[in-house]
C-alpha cells in the first residue's frame, strides 16, 4: 500500500457530544485551536462594543450640550468603526477556520468510518436489524462530526457569555445581576425539560412513523406498482397510512403545545429580565451612577443576552437532544465487533496443495438465531475434485460456503484443510484460497479491467485480462466498449456502459479465474437465466476450473451431474454422496428429486403413443 | 450499449410551482392559514414599531440625564411598552407556531392524499419513463418544499415587507436621508448573495458525478450487495484508494469555492461596514445640528442591528430555501401534471377470452421494440405459456394482453374491449397474478395475504387454503404467532424470511386473491424443484376453469398448457401443444433439448 497518513481510531463505547469534539481535535489540532481562539475573541466583541457605542454616545452628548469641540467625536468614532471592523474581519476569519476543519473533518470521518465499515464481522450485515444501524451511524459522518465538534465550542460559548455577563451586570448594579441570574435559572431549567420532552416523543413517533411510512411506500413506490394496480388495494394501504399518521401528528402537536407553553414562560421571564435590568440602570442612570451612553450600550448587549437565555439555551438543549438518538446508534457502531485480517490483501496460495477439506461435525446456527442450520455435518471435499452440493432451499448450502470463506466463523465442531484448523489460517490465507462467484455476485461499475482484476489484487496483467476475456467469451463485447479495458461498467460513472445480465455473470466469473485460486466456488448461478444461458454458465465453468478444485452449488440437479461427486445436503448434513449414478441406483432422496425433474421433461406415457 | 442522451426535462415556471400547489396546500384549512397570517402582520407591526418606542425611551432617558432626575417613571413606562409588546409578540409567535404546525400537518396529509390519489390514476407504463420516475420520486420532497416555499412567501409578504415600509416610513417622516441609511446596508447584502449563488450552482453542476462515484466506492466494500466479495477479494485497498483519490478532488474543488465566497463576503461585510460608518456619521452630524432628536439617534442608533439582521434573514433564510426549494416543487408539479389513465370502467364477463391483433409495444426512451407485429388469441378457461430466451418479450407480452401496458400499434381485445378504451383495473377485478419481481411486504403473514384482494373477509380457512396452494403454512415455517406473526426483523417479534418462503408468500397472495384470469410469471426461480413441480401442479387444477398464463423460461413446467407461445425478439417464433413444436423441430426443441439433456442418461 502507499504511504498514507495513519487514520484516528474510533473510539469503542459510549459516545457523548464531548466525545466528537475531542474526535474533531484529533483529526485537526490545528484548526480546532484556531477556531476555539476565533471564539473567545468573538466573546470578547460584544464588551468592545458596549465600552465604544457608551463613549460615542456620551460623546456625541457632551458636543451637543457644547461641553466638548466636535472633533472630540473622532476618537470614539474612529474606535467604535475598529470595533465594527473586527467584527466583520474575525467573521469571515471564523468563517475559513471552519471551512478548513470542515474539509479536514469530513474527509478523515468518511475515511475512518468507511475503514470500520468494512471491518466489521459479516454477521452484522446480514442481519438486518445490526445492517440498519450501521445505515444510519455512517449517514454523513463527516458532517455531523463536525457539526458536533464545533457546536460543543459554542454552546461552551454560550455558557461563558452569559455568566461573564451576568457578573459584568452584577459589578454595576449588584441587584440587576440578582434579577439576572433569578430569570435565567428556571428558564435554562424548562429549556432543558422541553428538549426531553422533545426527545420522548421523536423516539415514540420514529417507530410509528416507521409503521406509517411502509404503508406509503406501498402506494408510492415502483416496487410494489404491478401488485397494487393489480390488486388494487391502494385504498386499503391509504387507509392504514392515514390512521397511523393521524395519530403521530396528535402525538407532535401534543408535545409542541406543551412546549410551546413552557417557551413562552421561558421568554417572557427574560423579557421581564430585561426590562428590570434596563431599569434599574435607568434609575442608575438617574442617580448619575452610570451615563446615557452605557444605558444605550447595555439596551443593546443586554438584548444579546436575552436571547441568548431565551433562545439560544433551548436550542443547544433541543439540539442536543436529537444529537442523542444518532449518538446511540455511533456507540453501539462502535462498538460492533471487527473481522480481523477484514481489509488484507490475500496471501499467495497458489503453491498451496491442501489435500483435503474436511468438515467434522460441523453445527452452526445463525447468530441470534435458534435454529441449528448445519447440524454434526461431516464430509471432505479433495484436492483436484468438483464437488456439487445439492439440497432444497435452505437446506445450508450457501452456509457451507460462507463457513469455508471465513465470513461467519461462530461453528461448533471442526473444519481442516490440509490438516489444518480453519481457526489458524490468517484471513489473508483464506482469501487466498477461494474464489467464490456468489448468486447476488457483485457489480462493480468500475472500468472493465479493474473489474476483472479484483481477482487477484496482487497482480496487474493486463494481458491476463485479455487472456480470460476470450476465454470467457466476453471478446465481443468488450470490443464494443468505447475505451477497451478502461471502460467504466454500469452508471455509476458518467461515461459508464451498463451491461446485459449475462455478461455482469461473466464478469464474474472472469473475475475468478483471473484470480485462479486453488478453490473456485460456484454457488447458485441460474437463478435469473434461461436454460441455454444456464447450460453455456455450467458448462463455461467446468471447462475453466478443469484440473482444479472446484464446488459447485445448485439445487438444479441437471446441472449436478458435471460434478465429480454429488454431495446432497438434507435436515444440516451430509444425506448422501456419491457420483450420479451411485445416488440413482442407491434411490436416496437424490434419485427422487432428479425423477421428479426428470420427468418433466419426459414424454408422458399417453402421448408417448401419440408420438 | 448506447450511450444515454441527456434529454432536460421541461422547466415549470415560478408561477406556475405557485398556482399548482399553494391553492391545495391553503385549502387543507383556509381558517388556520388566514389566522396565521394575521399573526405574521401583527408581528411585523410589532416589531416595526419598537423603534418609536425605543425613540420615547431614550428620549426620556437623556431627558433625565440632562435634568438629574425626574421622568424615571416616563422611561419606566416606556420600557415596559418596549418589553411588554416583545411578550405579547413572543406569545403570538407561539400561538402562530401552534396553528402553523396544525396547519403544516393537515397540508401535509391533504398533499399527501391528493399525490396517492393521483397514484391511483397513473399508467403503468409512466413508471418506465426514468425521468417520470424521477419525478414521482422527489414529489414528495416536492411536496414539502411546496409548503416551505408558501411558508417563505407568507413570510416575505407579511412579514418582512411591512416591516421594511413602516421602518422607511418613521425613518423618512424623521428626515428623508435616513432613508438611504437602510439602502446604504441593503446594497452590498444584495450583491454578495446574487455572485455567490452563482459560484455554488457552477460547483455542484461539477461536483455531482464525482460524489456519485465516490459514494459508489463505498458502498463497493460496505453495501450488503457487495461485502462478502469484496473481502473474500481483498478488494478493499482498491475501493479506498479510489475513494480517496475522488474524494481529495472534490475537496478542492470545495476549497476552491468556499475561499471565494468567504472572499467575497469579506468584501460584501466591508462595503456593509462602509454603510453603517456613514450611518452614524450621518446620525452625528443630524444630531449635531439638530435635524434629529436625541432619542431619535438613539433609536436610528440601536436599530441599524436589528435592520441589518432582518435583511440576512431575508436574504440568506427566504430567498435561499425558496431558490432550494423551486426545483422539487418542479418535479412535484410535473408529477401533478402527469396524464391520467382516461379508460372506461367497465364490468366484463366471468369468462374472459382475449383477442390480440398485430400488437407491437415500445418502453419509452428505447429504440428496439419489446413486441413487434404479434397475433393471437386465447379462449376462456384456456392455459397459455409463454416461453423464450431472456429478454425475448415475454413479461411485456403478458402485460400487454392484461391491458396493464397498451399497444403502441395493434389491438388487444378482452371479451371485446379494446384495451385502448378500458382502464387496467376493469380487467384487475377479475384478475390475479404472481409477478417476477414479486416484492415483500413487511407485514404480517396476514395482512400480506390480505392486502390480494382486501374486500373479501379474511377466515382461517381461506388463509390456509392460499398458503396451501404456495405450499406451506405458518406452523411448518416457524412462525411464531401464526398469521398474525410479522414477517420483518425491522418491527418487533418479527421474523426475517428467506427469497424461498417470501416468493411463497406473493405465490399465496396470488392465490388469496379471487379471479377469472391468472398469471404466474417466473414466480419459482428461488423455491426448488420439487415444491416447483408442486406448485405448478396445483396451478394446473385450481385455473382449470379459469384463462390462465405461465411464463417461464423452464421448460419443463409448461408441458400442462393447452398452448405454448414461444417468443424470440419480441415475436411468436412458434406456438403449439407440446407435441406440436418438439415435432417442429424448430426452436423450443432446441430449447427443451437444451435443458432435457442435464436429465438424460449417460450418452
Known sequence: ?????????????????????????????????????????????????????????????????????????????????????????????????????????????????????????????EDSKTYDLIGRACSEPGGRMYDRGTRVVWMAWRVMFIISLIVTVFAKVWWSGLIAIAAAIPAVVMAVRSGLDDYKTYFEV???????????????????????????????????????????????????????????????????????????????????????????????????????????????????????????DLSEFSQLEEQEGALDTPADMSSFNFGKIEFRDVSFKYPGTDRYILKNCSFTINEGEHCAFVGVNGAGKTTITKLLTGLYDEYEGDITIGGKNLRDFTYAEIKG????????????????????????????????????????????????????????????????????????????????????????????PTAALDPIAESAVYALFKKVTEGKSAVFITHRLGAARIADRILVIDGGAVAESGSHDELVKAGGIYAEMFSTQKSWYEDAPGEEAVS | ??????????????????????????????????????????????????????????????????????????????????????????????????????????????????????????????????????????????????????????????YHIPYFVVTSIYLASRDPWLVASLLMIFLPTLLYQYLVKKIYRDKEDKAAPDRRLSAHYIECSTSEKFFKETRILGGFGYFFRSFHVLWARIMKLDRSVWLKDNWMFFLAELLTFAGKMGVYYMLFRFLLVGRITMGEFAAVFTSVNTIEDKLHQLFYGSFASASRDLPFIENYVRYLDFPENDGMEVELPYEIGIDVRDVSFSYPNTEEPAVRGVTFSVKPRETVAIVGENGSGKSTLIKLLIGYYRPDGGDVKICGWNTKEISFSSVARRLSAVYQRYPHYALTLKENLIIGQYEKESTDENMREACA?????????????????????????????????VQRVSIARGFYRDSSIIILDEPTAAIDPIEEARIYGRFAELSRDKTSFIVTHRLGSVRLADRIIMMKDGKIAETGTHDELMAKDGEYKKMFDSQRQWYEDEA
Open chain 2, 469 to 501: 396452494m404456495a405450499g406451506f403454512s405458518p406452523e411448518e415455517e416457524w412462525l411464531p404467532n401464526g398469521f398474525d406473526t410479522m414477517l420483518s426483523r425491522e418491527f418487533d417479534d418479527g421474523v426475517g424470511l428467506s427469497g424461498g418462503q
Open chain 1, 206 to 328: 420514529e417507530k410509528d412513523s416507521r409503521y406509517a411510512d411502509r404503508y406509503k411506500s406501498f402506494v408510492m413506490t415502483k416496487d410494489y406498482l404491478e401488485e397494487r394496480t393489480t390488486f388494487g388495494y391502494a385504498p386499503y394501504a391509504v387507509k392504514k397510512w392515514r390512521e397511523a399518521k393521524l395519530g403521530i401528528d396528535k402525538k407532535n402537536l401534543k408535545t409542541q403545545v406543551r412546549n410551546s407553553r413552557r417557551e413562552n414562560i421561558i421568554t417572557s421571564l427574560t423579557w421581564v429580565m430585561y426590562g428590570a435590568i434596563m431599569i434599574s440602570l435607568a434609575f442608575a442612570v438617574g442617580r448619575g451612577e452610570l451615563s446615557a451612553g452605557f444605558f444605550i450600550g447595555f439596551a443593546n448587549i443586554l438584548n444579546t443576552l436575552r436571547w441568548n437565555i431565551g433562545s439560544g439555551v433551548a436550542w443547544d438543549v433541543r439540539w442536543s437532544a436529537q444529537a442523542k438518538k444518532n449518538l446511540g
Open chain 1, 1 to 125: 500500500m502507499k504511504k498514507e497518513k495513519k487514520l484516528p481510531e474510533l473510539k469503542r463505547g459510549k459516545w457523548r457530544l464531548i466525545d466528537c469534539f475531542l474526535f474533531d481535535f484529533k483529526v485537526s489540532p490545528f484548526g480546532m485551536t484556531v477556531f476555539i481562539l476565533t471564539n473567545v475573541l468573538w466573546n470578547a466583541l460584544p464588551y468592545l462594543r458596549l465600552f465604544t457605542t457608551a463613549s460615542f454616545v456620551d460623546t456625541a452628548l457632551s458636543v451637543l450640550r457644547g461641553d466638548s469641540p466636535e472633533s472630540a467625536i473622532i476618537f470614539p468614532l474612529v474606535s467604535l468603526f475598529a470595533v465594527f471592523f473586527s467584527s466583520s474581519l474575525l467573521q469571515t476569519l471564523e468563517q475559513t477556520v471552519r471551512d478548513m476543519l470542515k474539509t479536514k473533518v469530513w474527509t478523515v470521518t468518511k475515511e475512518v468510518f468507511f475503514k470500520k465499515q468494512a471491518s466489521l464481522k459479516y454477521r452484522y450485515i
Open chain 1, 433 to 524: 484460497m477461494f474464489s467464490v462467484v456468489f448468486q447476488d455476485f457483485a457489480k462493480y461499475q468500475i472500468p472493465y479491467g479493474d473489474a476483472i482484476k479484483l481477482g487477484d489484487v496482487n497482480r496487474d496483467s493486463d494481458e491476463a485480462v485479455l487472456r480470460v476475456t476470450d476465454e470467457i467469451g466476453l471478446s465481443d463485447a468488450l470490443e464494443k466498449l468505447h475505451s477497451g479495458v478502461r471502460t467504466p461498467l454500469g452508471k455509476a460513472a458518467e461515461d459508464g456502459v451498463d451491461l446485459s445480465g449475462g455478461e455482469w455473470q461473466r464478469v464474474a466469473i472472469a473475475r475468478a479465474l483471473y484470480g485462479n485460486r486453488p478453490v473456485s466456488i460456484l454457488d447458485e
Open chain 2, 1 to 158: 450499449m448506447k450511450k444515454k442522451d441527456i434529454n432536460k426535462k421541461p422547466r415549470v415556471g415560478f408561477f406556475k410551482c405557485v398556482r399548482n400547489t399553494i391553492p391545495i396546500i391553503i385549502g387543507a384549512s383556509p381558517g388556520l392559514f388566514a389566522l396565521g397570517c394575521v399573526i405574521i402582520v401583527v408581528q411585523s407591526i410589532l416589531a416595526s414599531a419598537q423603534i418609536y418606542v425605543l425613540e420615547f425611551a431614550f428620549n426620556g432617558v437623556t431627558a433625565i440625564s440632562e435634568a438629574g432626575g425626574g421622568a424615571v417613571l416616563d422611561i419606566v413606562l416606556w420600557l415596559a411598552v418596549y418589553a411588554g409588546s416583545f411578550i405579547f409578540a413572543t406569545i403570538l409567535g407561539q400561538i402562530a407556531n401552534r396553528t402553523d404546525t396544525d396547519f403544516m400537518y393537515r397540508a401535509e396529509n391533504r398533499q399527501t392524499k391528493q399525490r396517492f390519489d393521483k397514484m391511483a390514476k397513473l399508467a403503468p407504463i409512466i413508471f418506465e419513463d426514468t425521468d417520470r420516475l424521477d419525478d414521482i420520486e422527489k414529489s414528495s420532497a416536492g411536496a414539502d418544499s411546496a409548503r416551505s416555499l408558501l411558508n417563505t412567501i407568507k413570510q416575505i409578504v407579511l
